[in-house]
């Protein structure tokens, strides 16, 4: 059958395309611009040449030159041809070079650089159904899953997210115990052991770099004290009658989140709380067409369905599994209250308690 053609809706797709290829490369661009000071220098000095920003960075200019005309044509700076300088807005310094403010945004193109490095093995995957886990990854996934997920944890943690919980404050300045599943580099877990002094914790995580990372940052921060890590899956972390159980977006990465939830469910006391955080998701795909839900999908299609299925159960929640779901994952492990709490652009928190 005949398909009449509509060219100009033909070739807006075509140009669509090559928008699309120019953000795909500048996931890299920016992680360049990061690790090589092309941003703390333009915001901390302000207007410049590419010759300029080469002498500050000590780089060399014919990268410069390329890197800002990439940089100016996607936005990210603004240029000046009367006087032949780049800008970097100060909104969007403070985006790319302050790791306090929760827009700061190189670790989110640093994972996304790092999943990209292994497309070849996820497609591979999913011509077979198997997995690419989570330690199968570069450097890049781990660390800049970190550097994205900090910021926001930074700002949201105590001022709002564990306030929401009934009671949870309190007992935490009196002296709780807490776990906290899936812990990664831990960040969490040091936040909140450097703001409730007479409380312990005890992160898990079933990689064990991110746990050797994780040791060294308590002991940096003080906090060893007080703080412990164990290399072992959600299902298996050691310890009871905890107080609180804290999972930051990682459930969605388990294979077999049910039996998580179990485990969390036997390990905590009678009146405790788990503060489950998940990516931002509604519970149908009609509501999560949106630059947020695309980034979120793109992940989970190339990193956390993968990181599941090379798990035991391989349930493949997805990282936009939505509130109705994850509610259907506690209730399966015999949890009878579930709520939302607390919201961002990027995150959703549920308080679930037996």
Known sequence: MT?????????????KAVDEVGATL??????????????QALSDQGPATPSELAEWTSTDEHYTREWLNAQAAGGIVEYDASTGRY??????AIAMTDPSSPAYLP???QIALGTLQHTTDTIEAARSGAGVGWHEHTSDVHVGCERFFRPSYNANLLPSWLPALDGVVEKLQQGATVADIGCGHGSSTILMAEAFPRSTFIGSDYHQASIETARL????????DRVSFEVSPADRFSGSGFDLVTT???LHDMGDPVGAARHVREALAPDGTWMLVEPMAGDHVEDNLNPVGRAYYGFS?????PASLSQPVGLALGTQAGPARIQDVTKAAGFSRFRTVAQTPFNLVFEVRP
Do not use: Q, S, W
């Open 107 to 109: 670790g989110f193109f």
């Open 87 to 92: 800008t970097l807005p100060p909104e969007h």
């Open 301 to 305: 299609t190339l990193l956390c369905t």
């Open 248 to 250: 930051f977006d990682a």
């Open 217 to 224: 940052r308590a002991a940096e921060a003080g906090v060893a």
């Open 3 to 15: 398909v009449a053609i509509d060219a100009d809706k033909l070739m807006g797709f075509v140009f």
């Open 26 to 39: 500048n996931a890299a661009l920016v992680v360049m611009g990061d690790r090589l000071g092309y941003y």
